[in-house]
């Protein structure tokens, strides 16, 4: 299939192309003019060149032949991005619509250099119609399994390419600390280690082991958000946060890091504001920390509008003009405009002119650029077409995407061992989420805000449909009691036949209870109230009076606080966004064809106050030492980080540590053994999680730190050996003077089921 592939597109190269390969990037670039480089430094909006009436199904929406040559030939526009009105189209539609982008620049430019387009595939290929939506992010971080990552990296990439498109502005790297934050879902969750592990499998999955993103099946990677983005004070989108720089390298570096260890070729800049200085101005960040520091050789790009807003949001420059001049020189080497390329082409070409750019800085800029689209073997295949990718939204690739979200649904609480449900009981489900789509999905699902899921989600599957199929119609009876109010309100509830559900639940035997979010993105995602809503609280508590055995089940982006009501429910599954195939996923755990080992990839919060990852400063072993400074009852959580639940059990036992002790300098390994043992009566999958506690430090030390983690599959009765390696650098820590630094001291190796239920320690010396 792939020989086939690389055949069918290479005929489509032109003799310039083929050319182009034997030169370097360096040398293209001597051969510009200044015009020529600005414009490759420019990307513009697809909408910016399009003619037609998008009005579904009848759309007759295409690229317009005179402004694509006024873009790309008059002002040499090197990059195109997005989806017309952030809709999903056909991916013969792409074919079509950048083939003829790519036939204007190769045929029609003195240069001619192709067009590099981009797409924001979050979870799957979010805008080619049909495509095999994933879980999000933070469902593939519940699963503690990396090996989903880098499955839908690598499905992705190649529905991306069925699509003509070679980018994709993803893996999302932000630090998921803050649940008011509406991104959070976007991510890996609170830890920086998680983060790392699945940033790393997913750059891999889209690039190929290798990053030979010329490879029709791959595409060039965008990690993003760099760096800090998720955690602004108000916990809103795109406003200020303040972050001391030693804690910026500590917790939200690593995962870019470990991007750039990957081989990630592009990266997306933090549209916000980080200690009065947008990202997009700071030299500091991204030339001396990208560049020098982390040492990523590959392009930056904006994010949407964002040099543009240096002047029109953050007022730290008097003109668009002079906002220009700060991006570049910080170190963009290209802007998302997205809509007026005039004034930014004509501006740049002023300040060099002006000798406020330099035409070294510009020629930095555009040889990461030809660069990029050198490796993606553009001038030689500048289109790949629909046709030859068969396996487009395969049953295999949504078998790939089911495993996904039932390897990651999150069992929380299950008194007296409720689940699963047998056969045959007679189930209300209630709740607004139970027919939503748009809940199972969340933002980025063929739309930026999900709510085209319905039109194009033609495999998706409502929880209600789900649980009918697995326990039979029969059986299963659906009032929704609270609805939202339409389509296009995210957080607004209504009740709907309230006092009707409350009554069929008294016919039930049992409620599934279907609570959450509606789908969101970005801002439009920004909320005041962490708390699940009012309404959806109430039909919680009135369901609770009822006296039925209650399964709340939780679809939502980030964690909506349920402490009013939990303790009212039997049980509680979270099951974050699970994608096209999670309703089936969620009723095959409800029913038992699923054990499920989904484990918290954050902290949930019980309290508005209490929102604190589980590496919090805090010695809890020390905390009733004086009343006056007891920190314990700060750390209030409904469940902890690494948290789940399974329908077996299991034992630790026997811990090993190859040494109690090492010297400073020493590249020795740490080598950490257990056993683990399945002592119910049914196979399950455990996330057995290795922390470090660092008991004394030059600054106040983590309560722990996750370093390493496992998930095993043990059959009833089977024991099995891990064994965690380490070096002494995995305890090091950015010390108060900006540092990477080991210290000597003693610590704790605790081994656990999650970071409060610690089941073997073991003691450690640095000498």
């Known amino acids: 299939m792939k020989t086939s592939i690389i055949i069918t597109a290479v005929a489509f190269g032109t003799i310039a192309g083929m050319q182009a390969q034997t030169r370097t990037a360096k040398e293209i670039v001597a051969q510009m003019t200044l015009a020529e480089k600005i414009g490759q430094m420019a990307q513009i909006a697809i909408d910016e060149v399009c003619q037609g009436e998008d009005t579904p199904p009848t759309s007759t929406l295409r690229v317009n032949p005179e402004k694509l040559r006024e873009a790309i030939v008059d002002y040499h526009v090197g990059s195109i991005l997005n989806a017309p009105n952030t809709r999903a189209r056909t991916p013969q539609w792409w074919d079509e619509q950048i083939r003829e982008m790519q036939q204007i620049a190769l045929n029609e430019t003195r240069m001619k250099i192709p067009i590099l387009y981009g797409l924001d595939q979050i979870h799957g290929a979010t805008y080619p119609a049909g495509s095999t939506m994933f879980p999000q992010e933070i469902n593939l971080a519940a ?180 906002a220009i001049k700060q991006g570049i020189n910080a170190g963009i080497d290209m802007s998302m405009i997205p809509y007026d390329y005039k004034e930014f082409c004509t501006l740049l070409t002023e300040l060099v002119n002006e000798g406020e750019v330099s035409p070294a800085r510009i020629d930095e800029a555009v040889t990461r650029i030809i660069q990029l689209k050198l490796d993606l073997n553009l001038f030689d295949v500048p289109n790949t077409y629909s046709k030859d990718y068969p396996e487009f ?28 449900l047998k056969k045959g009981v007679k189930i209300l489900v209630t709740g607004p989420n139970a027919v939503s789509k748009r809940a199972l999905n969340g933002g980025w699902t063929f739309s930026w805000q999900g709510e085209k899921i319905n039109e194009f989600g033609k495999d998706c599957r409502t929880i ?83 006296g039925k055995k209650i399964v709340l089940v939780l679809t939502e982006g980030r964690p909506r606080l349920i402490s009013k009501f939990s303790k009212n429910m039997d049980a509680i599954v979270q099951t974050y966004l699970p994608g096209m195939f999670g309703a089936k996923a969620i009723a095959d755990v409800l029913g038992g064809e699923i054990n499920p080992s989904g484990k918290l990839p954050y902290t949930y919060p019980a309290f508005p106050n209490s929102l604190i990852p589980y590496y919090h400063k805090y010695a809890e072993e020390q905390a009733n030492t004086d009343v006056a400074y007891n920190y314990e009852g700060d750390y209030n959580f409904e469940y902890p980080f690494g948290y789940g639940l399974s329908y077996t059990t299991f034992q630790y036992s026997n811990p090993k540590i190859n040494g109690t002790n090492l ?42 730190r996750l370093r390493r983690f496992e998930k095993i599959e043990l059959k009833a009765g089977e024991t099995k050996t891990v064994t965690f390696r380490l070096i002494l650098d995995d305890l090091s820590f950015i010390n108060l003077q900006n540092q990477r630094v080991v210290e000597p001291g003693d610590f704790h190796f605790q081994i656990g089921a999650s970071s409060s239920d610690i089941k073997e320690t073991l003691n450690f010396t640095i000498q």
């Not at 400073?664 to 999680?689: C, H």
């Open 464 to 546: 209600l449909e789900a649980m009918q199929q697995q326990f039979g119609e029969k059986n299963v009876n659906y009032v929704p009691g609270v609805s939202y109010v339409d389509a296009d309100k995210y957080f607004v509830d209504r009740k709907d036949r309230f006092d009707e559900a409350v009554k069929a639940a008294q016919q039930a035997d049992y409620v599934i209870l279907c609570l959450g979010e509606n789908s969101y993105c970005e801002k439009p995602g920004d909320l005041d109230d962490l708390y699940i809503s009012d309404l959806q609280t109430e039909l919680a508590q009135a369901m609770a009076k009822t």
């Open 393 to 420: 939204n395969s049953k295999e690739f949504q078998q790939a995407s089911y495993e996904a979200a039932a390897d990651g649904i999150t069992l929380l609480k299950n008194t007296n061992n409720l689940l699963p």
């Open 143 to 322: 699963s503690w399994n990396p090996a989903h990552a880098r499955r839908m990296g690598e499905i992705a990439a190649y529905e991306t390419r069925a699509s003509n498109v070679p980018w994709t502005f993803a893996p999302v790297l932000d630090l998921g600390l803050d649940p008011r934050f509406p991104r959070q879902y976007e991510g890996f969750g609170e830890d920086p280690y998680v983060g790392s592990v699945f940033g790393y499998e997913l750059v891999k999955g889209f690039e190929g082991q290798d990053n030979t993103v010329g490879n029709p099946n791959h595409v060039a990677a965008c990690m993003k958000h760099f760096l800090g983005y998720s955690v602004p004070i108000s916990g809103k989108d795109r406003t200020p946060a303040y972050i001391p720089y030693n804690v910026l390298l500590e917790y939200h570096v690593p995962a870019f890091e470990a991007a750039i260890r990957a081989g990630v070729h592009t990266v997306m800049i933090n549209s916000g504001i980080i200690n009065n200085e947008p990202v997009h101005a700071s030299y500091d960040l991204l030339t001396k920390l990208l560049r020098q520091d982390l040492g990523f050789q590959g392009m930056i790009v904006t994010d949407w509008e964002d040099i543009n807003k240096l002047y029109t949001r953050d007022k730290m420059v008097t003109s668009i003009k002079e």
């Open 663 to 704: 010297p400073l300098n020493s590249k020795q390994e740490i080598v950490i053994s257990v056993d683990i043992t399945n002592t119910g009566n049914r196979s399950g999958r455990e996330v057995v999680q290795l922390y470090s506690a660092d008991l004394y430090a030059s600054l106040v030390p983590d309560v722990k």
